[in-house]
């Protein structure tokens, strides 16, 4: 059984501990002597950094004359001083009022490749055949295919972007779809899809071909 001692040590007696145990490394060291203190019923206090605070925590049925070690086990919490909690929750309001720029919500395209007649990709990348259809690979591609303000989208010169229908997302990271018969030379393919957190904004990935 241990007894909870009501002493304390403190930085001193982790020198002597530290001296004594130079082989180990600082976090193994610290692990090891919480540890130890704790088994002889001692709490660490490391002042400013806190404290060490144990426990027991068992189940009883009546009014037991005597606990068995197996029926208890140690607990061990760590205390931080208030002034410490107060630093923290200070440099934590800093962080939110100068938090950079939210994760990266908009569609990444990196690759077209075009299907051949055989069902085979062309080996080039980044070129279409009209009529026929092609793979758009990248990243977060995942579009709803029932908004017309979403999908994949062709986008010559200064021409309005027009909407292609025949667009299949095969998963996140890959699409399929069919270039139209009258679509020719450089243009611009963008996949547009809503923001996962429902703000209405669309959010769009282009690459030139």
């Known amino acids: 059984m241990v007894w909870h001692t009501g002493a304390t040590v403190g930085f001193e007696e982790f020198q002597d501990y530290r001296e004594a145990k130079s082989a180990l490394s600082a976090t193994q060291l610290m692990h090891d002597w919480i540890a130890l203190n704790a088994a ?6 490391l002042g400013p950094l806190g404290r060490s605070r144990l426990g027991m925590k068992g189940s009883f049925t009546g009014s037991p004359k005597r606990i068995l070690d197996k029926q208890v086990t140690l607990t061990l919490a760590w205390i931080f001083p208030r002034k410490l909690k107060e630093r923290v ?4 309001a800093k962080l939110v009022r100068k938090r950079v720029a ?7 395209v990196q690759q077209i490749k075009a299907v051949e007649a055989n069902g085979q990709l ?10 026929q259809f092609i793979r758009i690979y990248g990243a977060r591609l995942k579009f709803n295919p029932a908004a ?3 999908g994949v989208f062709i ?6 972007p027009r909407r292609l229908t025949e667009a299949l997302r095969i ?4 699409l ?3 270039i139209p018969d009258d679509v020719s030379g450089q243009c611009k393919l963008r996949v547009v899809r809503r923001h996962p957190a429902k703000t209405g904004e669309l959010l769009w990935g282009e690459l030139w071909r």
Do not use: W
């Not at 929750?89 to 934590?92: E, T």
């Not at 062309?122 to 009529?131: C, F, L, N, R, T």
């Open 122 to 131: 062309h080996p080039a990348a980044d070129i279409y055949v009209p009529g």
């Open 176 to 178: 399929l779809v069919r």
């Open 89 to 92: 929750a200070n440099a934590g």
């Open 155 to 160: 986008i010559k010169g200064k021409q309005k």
């Open 171 to 174: 998963t996140q990271q890959e």
């Open 102 to 108: 939210p994760v990266v919500k908009e569609p990444l």
């Open 148 to 150: 017309e303000d979403e």
């Open 40 to 45: 002889k019923g001692q709490e660490v206090d």
